[in-house]
DNA sequence: CCCGTTCAAACACCGACGTA
DNA sequence: TACGTCGGTGTTTGAACGGG
């Protein structure tokens, strides 16, 4: 066993005895699953009502999805307004973003529960259409613009103008994005801690579904805006593998089936699953493929490690390098 | 500001594909 | 073989656009 897998391996255990230790997350996340299932048919209904309008993109926390079923609306994965849709239709609110929307993305619309059908709501999403500029120079939120950029290409049905095929992200009821929160803090692998507070804990940047038919698997994305020296891939690949580990162990516990459900899989939870620890970023000059492709046993399950590293352009993916066989395209593949 | 036109999103259906 | 999931195609619907 090599240096790389080695320490792999330390850490799905110290993350492993973590979990067994803090056993509190098993109730909590089986609560979670139940609200959330049950608000499911509901929400569905609520989208029917009005159309997600690029580049405005609909998200949903996991405390929304459980409870009052509000819509986030968001522009390069920036809260910029918030949806509500009861017996008096779609209403939309800047409410707290109002301030934000003026210094980041010079929109001075304020909307207080206006319609969402009024001629202020679609000066609104009109502003946004115009692909305003980023006012705001620091790069406090690029992280969350690249997640969102990825995941507009992987949401993609079309194959035509997908750098990728057979990656769907998983969204609640199949509409609304969501990062899945965990009950851990990793960003800093040397120091894992545990997360008793609701929603405190690290998110899974990007949580997808991989493959075709019957064996699609299920894939934990480890997005990094940068790739640079001080933030190795393999550190995000270790920070993947950490909320790996969560995401068997939640399928694994008591409430595994509905989360299964929940991941947007309709068939029965699998007696071994395959989950694939994706290392996302830039392309360097110089890309890690040293970890592709390996595959780590854990009880009845297996982590596989893969890495996909793009390059963007006018705010789009224009170019994708993956060990993800199964997402490249055919032509591709006949080229070799 | 109204209303017909145009465009993009959503939907319904089904074939391809890969797995149990 | 049966089944689950992605994506292709054609149609419907929601919202933007533009002329008057």
């Known amino acids: 066993m090599d240096d790389f897998t080695s320490q792999c391996c330390s850490l799905i255990k110290k993350v492993d005895e973590i979990l067994k230790y803090n056993s509190e997350w098993v109730q909590r996340y089986g609560g979670y699953a139940k609200q959330i299932l049950l608000n499911e048919d509901d929400l569905k209904y609520k989208k029917t009502n009005f159309n997600e309008w690029a580049p405005l993109y609909l998200y949903m926390t996991i405390g929304e999805a459980k409870g009052n079923l509000l819509f986030s609306l968001r522009y390069v994965g920036q809260d910029v307004a918030k949806l509500k849709v009861d017996g008096q239709g779609v209403t939309i609110a800047t409410n707290s973003f109002t301030e934000r929307n003026m210094r980041d993305f010079g929109c001075n619309i304020h909307l207080s529960n206006h319609s969402w059908s009024s001629k202020e709501a679609s000066d609104f999403r009109k502003h946004f259409s115009n692909k305003p500029i980023r006012l705001d120079v620091s790069k406090k939120n690029d992280e969350h613009r690249v997640e969102s950029l990825l995941l507009t290409e992987f949401s993609k049905s079309d194959s035509k103008d997908k750098m990728i095929c057979n990656i769907q992200p998983v969204k609640f009821s199949g509409i609304a994005r969501f990062q899945m929160k965990t009950p851990l803090t990793s960003s800093n692998i040397s120091n894992i801690c545990y997360e008793k507070k609701a929603g405190s804990g690290g998110g899974i940047d990007i949580i ?20 640079v020296a001080a933030e190795p891939p393999r ?102």
């Open 208 to 227: 997808s579904r991989i493959g075709i038919g019957r064996g699609t698997k299920l894939c934990v994305m480890e997005v990094k805006d940068e790739n």
């Open 235 to 336: 550190n995000a690949v270790l920070q993947g593998l950490s909320y790996g580990v969560f995401v068997l162990n939640l399928l694994r516990s008591e409430s595994g089936d509905l989360w299964w459900k929940i991941f947007g899989f309709k068939g029965k939870l699998p007696d071994s699953l395959e989950l694939y620890i994706v290392c996302t970023m830039p392309s360097s000059e110089v890309n890690d493929i040293s970890f592709a492709e390996k595959v780590i046993n854990y009880k009845q399950d297996f982590f596989h490690l893969h890495y996909l590293y793009f390059q963007e352009e006018n705010q789009c993916i224009k170019k994708i390098e993956t060990s993800l066989k199964q997402c490249k395209k055919k032509e591709l593949l006949n080229d070799n």
